[in-house]
């Protein structure tokens, strides 16, 4: 049992935690909003390519055994039909708010996704699964001292009637994006054409970066079709699909007071429909 004096460390730790708007008041009125502020309250938590930050070194790390399982398991729930990958990352890396991205661990939020989503989809309840979560709790309850932990199914289940979506089955020997080929018409643009990637409004999900919208670019290469992830995430099965370009863009052009070589150059792969041709 917590006491009052730990009850309000966690809630201090929490407020810590939060992402904060200092420069507009609690509840502000609509006319403390400016454009640019709407702008930036809009962007997804994922699309962070850009933005101020202290220096990193990268560092490649070895998996842990429970993040491959985490790899494992998001897998089959796709290939079983379940869900498609980008309702996981919308679910994982969008949708939790920007202190959980940033701050759990990357296979963390893939597992914290495959909660969530099924729930929703209702192959579980809330408290079949907080039930279920108590009772491993109260099975390590001196933690795992370095062992594994021991898969013990209450059941084995009957999936004949669980409901599937359709795309497994049509990828099945194909694989994905194959199973998109010839779908999407003939494809807007070709290699070596110029293009500027247009600044939609970019709410509730995207996988094209902010740091691109409005720039010119040049096509390097047309990849396939597929739905976009705009669509695709939400679990519209009847998205048309449309073309995916890798876009090559100069970084001198790119950002403001770049400092490397002239010629030094980024690429990234944008659909179709954020695209526009430069005359």
């Known amino acids: 049992m917590s ?49 101020f930050d202290y220096p990193h070194s990268y560092e490649n790390k070895e998996e842990e055994q429970w993040e491959l399982m985490t790899y494992v398991l998001c897998e089959v729930l796709g290939w079983r039909g379940i869900w ?29 996704s495959v909660g969530r989503l099924l729930i929703e989809k209702k192959h579980i309840t809330w408290g079949e699964l907080t039930a279920r979560l108590a009772e491993v709790q109260d099975r390590y309850a001196g933690g795992l001292q370095g062992r594994r932990p021991d898969a013990q199914p209450k059941f084995e289940g009957d999936g004949s009637a669980v409901q599937r979506n359709e795309h497994h089955l ?3 020997g194909i694989g994905d994006p194959q199973r998109f080929a010839g779908q999407a018409g003939k494809a807007k643009f070709d290699v070596g054409d110029r293009v500027r990637v247009r600044e939609l ?42 073309w995916f370009y890798i876009v090559r863009f100069n970084q001198s052009q790119l950002w403001d007071n770049y400092t490397g070589p002239p010629n030094d150059t980024l690429q990234t792969e944008i659909p179709e429909r954020w695209l526009q041709a430069v005359d």
Do not use: C
Not at 24 to 30: D, H, I, N, Q, R
Not at 88 to 99: E, I, K, P
């Open 3 to 51: 006491t009052a004096a730990e009850r309000a460390a966690q809630l201090a730790l929490v407020s810590r935690l939060k992402t904060i708007y200092p420069e507009v008041s609690e509840w502000p009125a609509p006319d403390e909003i400016t454009h640019d502020h709407w702008l930036a309250y809009m962007k997804t938590s994922h699309d962070v390519g850009g933005e």
């Open 170 to 172: 049509a990828a099945v």
């Open 201 to 242: 409004p970019a709410m509730f999900y995207t996988r094209t970066p902010e740091y691109v919208r409005g720039a010119e670019g040049i096509i390097a290469e047309v990849t396939y079709e597929s739905p976009a992830p705009e669509d695709e995430a939400w679990d519209r099965e009847d998205a048309r699909p449309e």
């Open 84 to 112: 498609v990958s980008e309702e996981r990352r919308r679910l994982a890396n969008v949708d939790v708010g920007r202190a959980v991205y940033l701050g759990l661990p990357y296979y963390s939020r893939w597992l914290w």
